[in-house]
């Protein structure tokens, strides 16, 4: 009695519903047309079921067809015994934390660091392909939704519920419930991609395919004794427009310098100290650069500092028990408030976002920065509104009288779009990602990433700006890898914005700026430069230009369920027909190995050490030095020249070739910026000769006779180039020769 039967996969399943403070096993469990109507006295909870494949779905309402009120708590809509899931000492599970940028960490279940709770759903995948299985939720804005897995040494039991906490149904009324799913099969990555595509379409995400690029300015940037704050920005922006044109680098962001005294919550007063020229013609002169003025905002935050502020927001500012105010952050030292004393520096008190009077300092400030010209936000620190959705729980007033905390913290992050305008980009930072979904363009996945911070006495990384040679610090590179788990959202949920900032330049170590570029390119991730760009050394500005064509979207974490269990996701991969390019990290302190598949004969091009490793068929195997990244591209090889890569791009996408069998021909084209100078790689297989050797630079490998020919380009002024190469045959003699092309053709 009370159980449901809806799949093979698991048993015992049963639900629950707490009502008036009592949790309850259902009073009666009866077969419907489309699904289940379960009774628990005068509430009744409707299941409607439906199939797509081997997914299934559960939407469902409560309604309380009693005369009187009652309060509603936990709703169990899967309480489950492991089934297929259990007896797997080699499951690994994702459990998606929807809390914020915390590592995304795939772990056994038998591991004492394997996540056991996740808000919204979790993964399960088994090393050798096997079995992959996942359950969770499809819509998640108005409850929060928890999922868990419980178990000694494996799997034993499985459970997800929406949390009402103690909301009101009144007599006679229905609400809805959050949408439930199961489905269990081979591949992770296909339920992954499956689960966030129809989750974005419950939840209309905003799905936006340009990259959005760029600057800021402040912190640990480099700036001339002397320069003013205007200036610097200024100068960045000059900079970045004639060092790289073309590139699409358009956003600014000013982050906090522009508040007075530092002090979040007052968005409206302009900081006339660092931008004496102010806000309205600043705005103009970022206008006038082809440039779009943005800003740093956390709406829930609210400075001790801004006494006459918070005496207006009055109960809109969270208390503790005692009347004294709830302290989320003791001694902000970001911006001008990091200059102050530690001593003096202000506190960070939190708003409501149940409260009326939040909602409405949100909307009156975001309707004038709109007005006056800002279409970008960093919105940072939502946690901070979202209450036990988050790790450290703010208490809320529910005057609202919608659901606490998941249904105020979505309705504040969407007065936050409304008033900030539709155009305007909105990156969401430092809370719930995957609730941000319809509201905001991006989701910052992963930690501060290549952030700088000013010198100031006891704060960050002081007396440096920057972390180096620590490869997880909480700017460094581990946390960002971490988060290439979250890359199904991309895309799908809004625009994972894993890279934050791309900062490459000196004294940052050559192979941590590496790292640093590669995450930005193989991420999809849109980009904010880090470095004062008008000291950037070419060297390191070409890093920058080399993650550029970016794709729509990032690369697939290939060995994301199989890989090390220590260490993120290390091979990120893109298919892209003609050849196959792979991003190899190394965190470890030693080499490793790593084995790359492409079905067929492909010919093999490392971008950074600009070497052709040879020809494979279907796999090699390939070696990258400690901390550091390696980017192996695996060109199909069709008998006839082909393109290895190129000297301007880590993914090659900037080059395209066409072959002429009869004429022998290799027509290469080439789409960057205009004017721009690089090299096109060309592999050619022993018994190949170039006719027109003029045109490009040959190298032949003394112990296979392949041949790497670079041909040089410079495009137009409209960022195009054509060429070609002329080929002609001959007999292969010498014997190793002879083998490669009786190995390959």
């Known amino acids: 009695a009370g159980a449901i039967d809806l799949t093979d996969s698991v048993s015992d399943w049963r639900p629950a519903l707490e009502v008036n403070g009592a949790v309850r096993a259902p009073d009666a469990v009866e077969r419907t047309a489309d699904g289940y109507a379960l009774r628990f006295g005068d509430v009744a909870w409707t299941w409607r079921v439906s199939r797509a494949g081997t997914r299934l779905f559960i939407a469902s309402e409560i309604a309380n067809r009693g005369t009187a009120d009652v309060k509603l708590g936990d709703a169990v809509v899967f309480d489950a015994a492991a089934g297929v899931f259990g007896g797997r000492p080699d499951l690994r599970v994702l459990a998606v934390a929807g809390n914020g940028q915390a590592s995304r960490k795939v772990r056994p279940v038998s591991s004492s660091e394997a996540e056991r709770t996740s808000q919204v759903h979790i993964q399960f995948a088994t090393p050798d392909g096997a079995f992959a299985g996942q359950f969770g939720f499809l819509t998640f804005r108005r409850l929060m939704t928890v999922c868990e897995w419980t178990g000694t040494n494996g799997v034993a039991r499985l459970r997800a519920k929406g949390r009402f906490n103690g909301w009101t149904l009144k007599a006679g009324a229905t609400t809805p419930f959050e949408e439930f799913t199961f489905v269990v099969g081979t591949d992770p990555h296909a339920q992954l991609v499956e689960w966030a595509e129809l989750a974005g379409r419950r939840h209309h995400a905003r799905l936006d395919k340009r990259v959005h690029l760029g600057a800021l300015q402040g912190g640990g940037s480099y700036n001339p ?152 936000y960093m919105v940072d620190f939502i946690k901070a509104g ?227 490793l040879g020809r494979a068929r279907d796999a090699v195997e390939v070696e990258v030095p400690p901390e550091s990244v390696r980017i192996f591209r695996l060109a199909g090889y069709a008998k006839r020249p082909a393109v290895l890569g190129t000297s301007t791009s880590f993914l090659s996408r900037d080059a395209r070739s066409a072959w002429d069998a009869d004429a022998k021909r290799l027509t290469l084209t080439v789409k960057r910026p205009a004017r721009e100078k690089g090299l096109v790689y060309v592999f050619a297989a022993p018994g190949w000769c170039v006719v027109n050797t003029k045109d490009a630079l040959i190298a032949k490998d003394m112990n296979t006779e392949e041949l790497v020919i670079a041909v040089p380009f410079e495009t137009d002024d409209a960022g195009d180039w054509t060429g070609h190469l002329d080929f002609g045959t001959f007999k292969v003699k010498d014997e190793t020769a002879k083998s490669e092309a009786d190995r390959f053709g």
């Not at 006891?458 to 988060?483: H, K, V």
Request: glycine share 10%.
């Open 225 to 376: 004794s002397g320069k003013s704050v205007q200036e610097s920005f200024l100068a960045q922006m000059d900079a970045i427009n004639r060092r790289l044109p073309n590139y699409g680098f358009r956003h600014l962001w000013v982050s906090i310098v522009n508040l007075p005294g530092g002090n979040p919550g007052d968005w409206i007063t302009w900081n006339d100290r660092n931008f004496p020229m102010g806000r309205d013609a600043f705005a103009a002169a970022v206008r006038a650069r082809g440039w779009i003025l943005g800003s740093w905002i956390a709406p829930f935050f609210v400075s001790s500092h801004l006494t006459d502020l918070i005496a207006e927001l009055g109960d809109a500012v969270v208390r503790n028990p005692d009347g004294s105010f709830y302290v989320y952050r003791k001694g902000w030292a970001h911006g001008d408030a990091g200059r102050l004393p530690p001593a003096e520096r202000p506190d960070i008190y939190v708003l409501d976002p149940s409260n009326p009077k939040t909602v409405a300092h949100i909307r009156k400030s975001m309707a004038y920065l709109r007005e006056h010209g800002n279409r970008y």
């Open 386 to 612: 979202a209450g036990e959705m988050d790790v450290k729980p703010v208490p809320f007033c529910g005057a609202d009288g919608l659901v606490a905390p998941t249904e105020s913290f979505c309705r504040a992050m969407d007065v936050v779009r409304e008033a900030a305008g539709e155009e305007t980009y909105l990156l969401g930072c430092g809370g719930p990602t995957l609730h941000c979904v319809g509201a905001v363009d991006a989701v910052r996945t992963a930690n501060d990433f290549g952030e700088s911070r000013g010198i100031n006495p006891e704060s960050f990384m002081y007396p440096a700006s920057w972390g180096i040679n620590r490869i997880d610090f909480w700017t460094g590179p581990e946390r960002a890898l971490y988060n290439a788990a979250s890359y199904y959202a991309h895309g799908r949920l809004y625009k994972n914005d894993i890279g934050n900032c791309l900062s490459v330049g000196e004294p940052v170590p050559l192979e941590e700026a590496r790292i640093m570029a590669a995450i930005h390119c193989f991420g999809g991730s849109s980009t904010m430069l880090g470095d004062t760009i008008s000291y950037l050394s070419e060297a390191r500005l070409g890093l920058i230009r080399r993650t550029f064509p970016r794709e729509d979207g990032p690369a697939v974490p290939e060995d994301l369920f199989t890989g090390d269990v220590d260490t993120p996701p290390t091979v990120q991969r893109y298919d892209f027909g003609d050849a196959t390019v792979c991003a190899v990290f190394n965190l470890k302190k030693h080499a490793i190995r790593r084995t790359l598949r492409r079905k067929g004969v492909f010919a093999v091009w490392e971008h950074f050490d600009e070497r052709l």
